[in-house]
């Protein structure tokens, strides 16, 4: 094939890709899909090969792609143009969680399945044992929602009246969750007419040939950087949780170790046994997170296909692990353990490359639910929202504040959608200064916000972690702060909340305060510029008690200028007391 019919056709499908993503946002009802943007697209060969991605969240690409090869396997020659099957069992498909839900539809050209499209989108209820559906209270798999195998959710592009009904009768916002679905199988229905357009263009035998030579391009140009790395074993970096949920004293752990041999690597992963609570994590996210973490790393122009898997071993822990939990672990908490995977992958990855890999985010944001009636509209009301910590500090920058780890790619929700459509009013949202691990480069900060229930009453979850175990920096850099979250601050009835909150009842005017952890710190602290620090304080990203205790900078309370002999003074004391 010719380098422009190849780059020609591959940007088609992946601009195809994009347009699912646009249209999913104009179509969606819920704010998770609206603001949030939980959600992801992907293009498969009729192989059930990644082809493509959309743009949102890299997270739900594991999870997609062994849905597509579970519907491959299921309904092999018994699926028609039109058709559409809905899936979101973790365990029967390895999806993330119950309320992401994926809808798969083939694509048929001339008679021949041609490719699938799949996508993920989350839903702000699908049932479960509080509003909201994810309880940090779960103790298992079916106090998380409604579990739906591989089904048809159209036949022959007639909707499947059962499923339906079924999908209605266990939610309590039909509306918005079947609004939602029925976004994600009518924007795979635009897909189908887009692919159809490019086979009958191209043909189809030279958009699969283009597909399977991208897929080789990004596995050959991945081999050779890896083997210019130095081969060995790198780790074991570990990393904890603050606890399950269910046994608030215990911390579960989470370890990474590496190995280089060749053009391939070949990770090691370990965890303490699976939580009764539900912060365990299914084998394909842990497999996402770490093929994302090599692409960016190491193939940060590449797309992402097929191609990026084929030179990424994992061993897995044995079944009834953290990392391999056994049917029925309950598992809606799986991002706190799949962020905990990033942070030690991420490490394991600066013994590698040092100068190339970031410290660690945050590993510490969380999704708050919040449901109730609305005075508004006399019906009720639920919503997901989800925020991130401190991204990590870079090798030659700062981190980017209020934005964790990079798998994580979600968009916060803004104060103005979430005040129009629910009974909230944002009395904060602002950086959290000192949050950010110090370095040479500085963590970003976390962020605070704060939620000023209006209604008479409301439920609300809080899942999120990072409470008692911080971010570590890296190189000699300072870890972060923790995060902390509080009912009522500055009022008589003031008590802190903990990490994993369920099914909290709320009357007007109480408010939930909640500071997400900030990201560590890239070096030494003391090689920082002080002219950086100074800026720092004059921002408000940090206090003039950090920047002499972290930084080792002395500035002037009332202008907050320079002393440099003073600063060379603290400096030079504190590496000698090192």
């Known amino acids: 094939m010719n380098a422009i019919d190849l780059e020609v056709i591959y940007q088609s499908t992946q601009q195809i890709a994009r347009e699912l993503t646009v249209n999913m946002m104009r179509t969606g009802y819920s704010n998770v899909i609206k603001e949030s943007q939980d959600f992801t697209f992907c293009i498969f060969d009729p192989q059930a090969r990644l082809v493509a991605q959309g743009i949102p969240q890299p997270l739900h690409i594991g999870p997609i792609s062994a849905q597509v090869r ?134 189809l035998g030279k958009v699969h040939a283009c597909w399977s030579r991208w897929m080789d391009i990004c596995e050959a140009e991945l081999r050779k950087e890896i083997a210019k790395l130095p081969p060995g074993i790198y780790g074991p970096e570990t990393d904890y949780l603050d606890d399950d949920g269910a046994g608030r004293d215990k911390p579960f752990r989470i370890s990474c170790s590496l190995e280089i041999k060749g053009d391939e690597f070949n990770f090691i992963l370990d965890s303490d046994p699976q939580a009764i609570g539900p912060l365990n994590l299914r084998p394909c996210v842990s497999r996402t997170v770490l093929e994302c973490w090599v692409k960016m790393a190491f193939g940060p122009n590449l797309p992402v296909n097929d191609g990026m898997a084929r030179v990424v071993k994992i061993t897995f822990p044995p079944e009834g692990s953290l990392l391999n939990p056994k049917y029925p672990a309950p598992v809606n908490m799986y991002v706190r353990a799949g962020q905990m995977v990033a942070s030690v992958c991420c490490r394991v990855l600066g013994q590698v490359a040092p100068h190339m890999i970031p410290a660690p985010g945050s590993s510490g944001s969380g999704g708050l639910t919040g449901s109730g009636h609305n005075p508004r509209t006399g019906r009720w ?105 509080v009912l009522n601050p500055g009022k008589p009835q003031e008590r802190p909340l903990h990490s994993k909150t369920a099914a909290l009842r709320l009357q007007a005017d109480d408010v939930i305060s909640w500071k997400l952890a900030g990201g560590g710190g890239w070096g030494d602290p003391h090689e920082r510029d002080p002219e950086r620090v100074r800026q720092d304080v004059v921002c408000g990203y940090i206090t003039l008690a950090a920047a002499a205790r972290d930084y080792g900078v002395v500035l002037d309370p009332r202008t907050h200028e320079l002393d440099l002999a003073q600063t060379a003074r603290l400096r030079a004391a504190k590496e000698v007391a090192a």
């Not at 298992?140 to 159209?154: A, C, I, K, S, T």
């Not at 079924?166 to 189908?192: F, K, L, M, S």
């Not at 030659?396 to 780890?405: E, I, L, N, T, Y």
């Open 70 to 203: 579970e519907v491959h396997r299921v309904y092999n020659g018994r699926l028609s143009p039109g058709d559409a099957i809905i899936v979101n069992h973790p365990y029967r498909a390895c999806q993330n969680h119950a309320t992401d839900v994926t809808v798969i539809s083939p694509v048929f050209h001339e008679g021949k399945l041609a490719a699938y499209i799949g996508n993920t989108a989350h839903k702000p209820d699908f049932g479960g044992m509080v509003p909201g559906t994810n309880s940090p209270a779960a103790t298992d798999l079916f106090q998380e929602g409604l579990l739906l195998p591989p089904v048809r959710l159209f036949i022959a592009g007639e909707l499947n009246q059962d499923v339906y009904e079924i999908i209605c009768a266990n939610t309590r916002t039909p509306e918005v969750t079947w609004g939602d679905v029925n976004a994600q199988a009518q924007t795979n229905v635009y897909g189908v007419q887009k692919f159809t357009a490019l086979f009958r263009k191209h043909g």
């Open 381 to 485: 009301s639920s919503f997901h929202e989800i925020y991130n910590g401190g991204g990590g500090a870079r090798p030659h920058a700062d981190g980017v504040s209020a934005q964790d780890d990079l798998v994580i790619n979600v968009m916060n929700t803004p104060v103005e959608a979430l005040e129009t459509e629910f009974p909230i009013r944002i009395d904060r949202y602002e950086l959290v200064p000192d949050s950010a691990g110090a370095g040479k480069y500085r963590g970003g900060l976390g962020s605070l916000r704060e939620w000023h229930v209006l209604g008479e009453e409301m439920l609300f979850n809080l899942r999120t972690d990072r409470f008692k175990f911080s971010s570590p920096g890296a190189l000699g850099a300072t870890p972060a702060q923790p995060g902390a979250a």
